[in-house]
């Protein structure tokens, strides 16, 4: 299984910017489905945004879309979230995934992926 290091997490005031960036280990990356989740103590992992295999597709949370934008570069073996205009209610642990799978609704489900990186703190500041 592919192997995920998530980055650039940290403490951001409310209203700022704030970029993280998961790096796969294997170079055959584009063949897979990347998507982010968050979980926050007490609470269950919460999908975030996905992208397909090309690019071409992406699919957020109600709760960030907008504000939020996931991103690939095949040449660097990572995928990105940039994260605009967070609030305190952003707060929490992500965490990368990778799926081999093919592109369908399930990219919401915690179970359509096979591969997670150990997670990123995100605090945010009010």
């Known amino acids: 299984q592919v192997q995920l290091v998530e980055s650039g997490g940290g403490l951001v005031q409310a209203g700022g910017s704030l970029r993280l960036s998961c790096a796969a280990s294997e170079r055959t990356f584009d063949i897979y489905t990347m998507g982010w989740f968050r979980q926050s103590p007490g609470k269950e992992r919460q999908f975030v945004a996905a992208i397909s295999r090309s690019g071409s597709w992406t699919t957020y949370a109600d709760s960030v879309k907008g504000r939020f934008t996931i991103s690939r570069d095949k040449a660097k073996n990572t995928v990105s979230l940039q994260m605009n205009g967070p609030n305190p209610e952003d707060t929490a642990v992500y965490y990368c995934?990778?799926?081999?799978?093919?592109?369908?609704?399930?990219?919401?489900?915690?179970?359509?992926?096979?591969?997670w990186g150990q997670g990123t703190q995100v605090t945010v500041s009010s």
């Open positions: 995934a990778a799926s081999s799978k093919d592109w369908s609704t399930e990219v919401r489900q915690y179970d359509y992926y096979i591969s």
